[in-house]
């Protein structure tokens, strides 16, 4: 490290350095009395940041040694990440992702852990990305891109914008109107039984009693079971109808691999018609694996030693949700559908692969001629 020195017109002075032990002083020339003035402040901030050092290594986590739980908390780690980093940086990480782009529409590949709006406690969404990747995309003049519907934070896939507020209201109608095929990917607790069917049971919101009182969505059945008859309940007026088709694609002794096609489009319906309705919760859903609180999931033991992880390590396992593909109608006169398939994030594969489940493969998913993306 070179000697500090201070200098004026004409005029080169030079310290002298004294060495105490480890500590080193430097003691200056009188027309060095401004630097001499700064120097308890540079000492002060070097002294907090030894502190901090210090702080940071007593509370550093000591790497785990399963593949595994390295995977966990690598995912926990990115997730947080995500919160903090500059919008121009995420911009261009969902641009080297995207599944499709033409004169209409920009489809991306949604990450894990991403919300599309903002809210309390979010630093960083989707629709503070647009205009940036739109810039991006078609140069700075470029308008911002504008959203065609959303997806849960946890769940990743296929995500359609729109370049033009006119297209992009057009696409909103099609989902309203139930004209867009939508196909998931789900990994679950349990395999369901029959191995396909449909899940019609209406859904509502509710308050849960308890310690933390908190919302959540959940069945409100039109019949139920009375002495052993099946009788017809009157419906709540604030209950929504819906239809989610399922069918299983690949299952082992605890788990299964679950393709679900939403028919309508309500707030968490997949994950509460497999959870409450089939009693299937999709592995990582840690908010309806049990309707009167707010924790962890419970996982059976077969299913930790496969994932080779410890219960109380399971808050950290991702929701295993994954918009897979999704198909529009035509927007014009004269064009054809498209057909947007994405694949799951490694996570995804990582989990499939632990627990002894199989990928389909492009024949029994239907995607010969569809778009793909690469795993996140």
């Known amino acids: 490290m070179a000697a500090p020195s201070c200098s004026a017109p004409g005029v080169w002075v030079r310290g002298s350095w004294q060495r105490l032990g480890n500590l080193f002083t ?9 630097a001499a003035a ?20 007593k509370t550093k986590k000591p790497v785990p040694t399963n593949p595994v739980q390295r995977r966990v908390q690598e995912l926990l780690r990115f997730t947080e990440q995500l919160q ?3 919008p121009n940086v995420l911009a261009k990480v969902l641009s080297r992702g995207l599944i499709h782009q033409d004169k209409d529409l920009v489809v991306i590949n949604k990450p894990y852990g991403l919300p599309v709006h903002g809210g309390p406690g979010v630093r960083l969404c989707i629709s503070d990305v647009l205009p940036v990747l739109a810039k991006m995309l078609h140069g700075h003049k470029a308008e911002p891109l504008h959203l065609c519907h959303r997806l849960d934070k946890e769940t990743t896939g296929v995500m359609v914008l729109a370049w033009e507020k006119d297209v992009a209201h057009q696409v909103q109608e099609l989902f309203r109107t139930r004209q867009v095929t939508k196909k998931y990917w789900a990994i679950t607790m349990r395999v369901p039984v029959p191995s396909a069917g449909v899940v019609d049971i209406p859904i509502i919101e509710k308050e849960v009693q308890g310690q933390e009182r908190h919302h959540k969505m959940t069945l409100s059945p039109s019949y139920c079971m009375d002495n052993g008859k099946t009788v017809r309940v009157r419906t709540s007026r604030n209950a929504h109808l ?7 694609l690949s299952s082992a002794l605890s788990s299964a691999l679950l393709e679900l096609q939403p028919v309508t489009g309500i707030k968490h319906q997949l994950r509460v018609h497999l959870s409450f309705g089939l009693d299937c919760p ?3 859903d840690h908010k309806y694996s049990d309707w009167n609180r707010l924790a962890p999931q419970k996982l059976s033991a077969c299913i930790l030693k496969k994932l080779g992880l410890r219960q109380s390590k399971a808050r950290h396992i991702p929701l295993h949700l994954h918009a897979c593909q999704l198909t529009l109608p035509a927007l014009q006169a004269g064009k054809e559908e498209l057909n947007l398939v994405c694949k799951p994030p490694r996570y995804f594969v990582h989990s499939l692969r632990r627990l002894g489940l199989k990928m389909p493969s492009r024949d029994q998913n239907g995607d010969e001629e569809a778009t793909h993306s690469g795993a996140q």
């Open 242 to 248: 819906a239809v989610t088709q399922y069918r299983v």
């Open 84 to 86: 903090r980093v500059h």
């Open 282 to 284: 999709i592995l990582g």
């Open 26 to 34: 430097f003691v200056s020339k009188p027309l060095c009395s401004a």
């Open 38 to 57: 700064s120097r308890p402040l540079d000492a002060q901030r070097l002294a907090e940041r030894l502190r901090a050092q210090k702080q940071e290594q």
